[in-house]
C-alpha cells in the first residue's frame, strides 16, 4: 500500500472525532462555507490542514474561533474590526455578551465551545443563566435542544468526539432528573397514560428523559422504561396496565426497511395506542405510518399539539 496512503488512513485514526470538514464547521456556526472559505483567503481566520493526499479538514481551535466569531458577528461587530482584535480580547467580549440568554444563537454557539474544551463551569453558567430567564422548560426547548439537534448531525456522521456528547449528556441529565423530581402537578381525572421508551440498542435517552418532564409537569401519567427495550417488555406492559400513548425515538442508523418494519410492528400490535416517533431517523427517513401513528419533528411541536387546547 502506498505510503502516503497509510500515513493518512493513520492520521484520521487518531483525529476521527476530533477533526471537521468545512460543511461541519457551516453546521456548528452557522457561517456558509463559501464565506469561511472567503474569510480564509482574505484574513487568514483560520487555516485548514491537510493530509498528504490533499484533503481539507479543521480543528477544535479552528471551531471555536469560527464559533466566537460569529458570536461577535451575530453582535453587530464587523469582521474587519474583529479580525483585529486579539484572542484575549475576542474571549472578554464573549463574555459580556453570555449573559444575555434571549440571543440563543450565541448561547447555543457557547455551549459548543464549553463542550469542546470540557469546561464544566462555563457550560454551568450558561445554563444558569438560560433558567433563570426563562425557567427551566423554555431553557431547554429554545437553548438545549437546539444545542443537542446541531451536535446530534455531527454526531450522526462521527466527527464528534463520544467523550465531548456524554460530558454534556451527563450534565443535563441531572439537570432534568432533578427539575422532573422537583414537579408537584399531580395527574387528574382527565390524565392520559404515555409509556416512554427507547428500541434495543438505542441509547440516546436525553430527549427522553425531556418528554417525561414535559408530560409529568403537565399532569400527565408517565411509564418511564428508558433505553434498550425489548419489544416483549412492551407487551407485558400493556397487559399489566391501560396505555394511550406510546413514544418512542429511533436515533441509531437504522436501514429503511427494518425502521418501516419496526414502526408497523408497534402500530400492528399495539392498534388501540396512539404512537408518537421522534428521533434523526424517523425524521430524515422516507417510511410511512399507520393511522395510530404520529412524527414529531421537535418537542415544541409535541407540546403544541397535546397542550395548547388545555392551557
Same mark, same amino acid.
Request: include cysteine.
Given at each position: 500500500?502506498?505510503?502516503?496512503? =497509510?500515513?493518512?488512513?493513520?492520521? @484520521? ?6 477533526? !471537521? ?8 456556526? +452557522?457561517i456558509k462555507a463559501h464565506t469561511i472559505r472567503i474569510w480564509e483567503k482574505r484574513y487568514s481566520l483560520v487555516e485548514p490542514k491537510r493530509t498528504c493526499t490533499n484533503i481539507r479538514y479543521y480543528d477544535d ?9 460569529? =458570536?461577535?458577528?451575530? /453582535? ?11 484572542? %484575549? ?9 453570555? +449573559?444575555?440568554?434571549? *440571543? ?7 455551549? &459548543? ?11 454551568e453558567k450558561i445554563f444558569s443563566n438560560a433558567v433563570m430567564s426563562l425557567g427551566f422548560e423554555e431553557a431547554v426547548l429554545t437553548i438545549i435542544y437546539p444545542f443537542f439537534e446541531k451536535i446530534g448531525i ?15 449528556? /451527563? ?10 423530581? +422537583? ?10 397514560? @404515555? #409509556?416512554?421508551? #427507547? ?11 425531556? !418528554?417525561? !418532564?414535559?408530560?409529568?409537569?403537565? +399532569?400527565?401519567?408517565? &411509564? !418511564? ?18 396505555? *394511550?400513548? @406510546? #413514544? ?13 418494519? %419496526?414502526? *408497523? ?6 392498534? *388501540? &395506542? ?17 393511522? /395510530? ?5 421537535? =418537542?415544541? %411541536? ?8 388545555q392551557e
Amino acid at each position: 500500500m502506498d505510503r502516503c496512503l =497509510i500515513d493518512e488512513i493513520n492520521l @484520521f485514526r487518531k483525529i476521527k472525532m476530533a477533526n !471537521y470538514s468545512i460543511k461541519d464547521l457551516e453546521t456548528f456556526t +452557522g457561517i456558509k462555507a463559501h464565506t469561511i472559505r472567503i474569510w480564509e483567503k482574505r484574513y487568514s481566520l483560520v487555516e485548514p490542514k491537510r493530509t498528504c493526499t490533499n484533503i481539507r479538514y479543521y480543528d477544535d481551535d479552528d471551531l471555536k474561533r469560527l464559533l466566537n466569531i460569529s =458570536i461577535l458577528n451575530r /453582535n453587530g461587530i464587523k469582521i474587519s474590526n474583529i479580525v483585529n482584535l486579539s484572542d %484575549e480580547a475576542i474571549s472578554e467580549k464573549i463574555i459580556n455578551l453570555s +449573559g444575555n440568554a434571549n *440571543d440563543s444563537g450565541s448561547q447555543i454557539e457557547n455551549l &459548543v465551545v464549553a463542550m469542546i474544551d470540557l469546561d464544566e463551569n462555563k457550560f454551568e453558567k450558561i445554563f444558569s443563566n438560560a433558567v433563570m430567564s426563562l425557567g427551566f422548560e423554555e431553557a431547554v426547548l429554545t437553548i438545549i435542544y437546539p444545542f443537542f439537534e446541531k451536535i446530534g448531525i455531527l454526531w450522526q456522521i462521527g466527527t464528534i468526539n463520544p467523550a465531548q456528547e456524554h460530558f454534556v449528556s /451527563n450534565i443535563l441529565r441531572q439537570k432534568i432528573l432533578v427539575a422532573t423530581n +422537583g414537579i408537584v402537578t399531580s395527574p387528574g381525572p382527565d390524565s392520559k397514560s @404515555f #409509556l416512554l421508551y #427507547l428500541p434495543e440498542g438505542e441509547h440516546h435517552e436525553l430527549g427522553l428523559l425531556f !418528554y417525561q !418532564y414535559l408530560l409529568r409537569k403537565h +399532569g400527565q401519567k408517565v &411509564v !418511564y422504561l428508558g433505553e434498550t427495550v425489548p419489544f416483549a417488555a412492551l407487551q407485558e406492559v400493556y397487559k399489566i396496565k391501560k396505555i *394511550d400513548h @406510546f #413514544l418512542t425515538a429511533f436515533v441509531n442508523p437504522i436501514t429503511e426497511e427494518k425502521l418501516q418494519a %419496526e414502526i *408497523d410492528r408497534i402500530s400492528e400490535t399495539f392498534p *388501540d &395506542v396512539t404512537l408518537f416517533l421522534t428521533g434523526f431517523q424517523v425524521n430524515h427517513q422516507k417510511i410511512s405510518i399507520q393511522k /395510530n401513528a404520529h412524527i414529531i419533528k421537535n =418537542i415544541s %411541536e409535541f407540546k403544541k399539539a397535546l397542550f395548547e387546547k388545555q392551557e
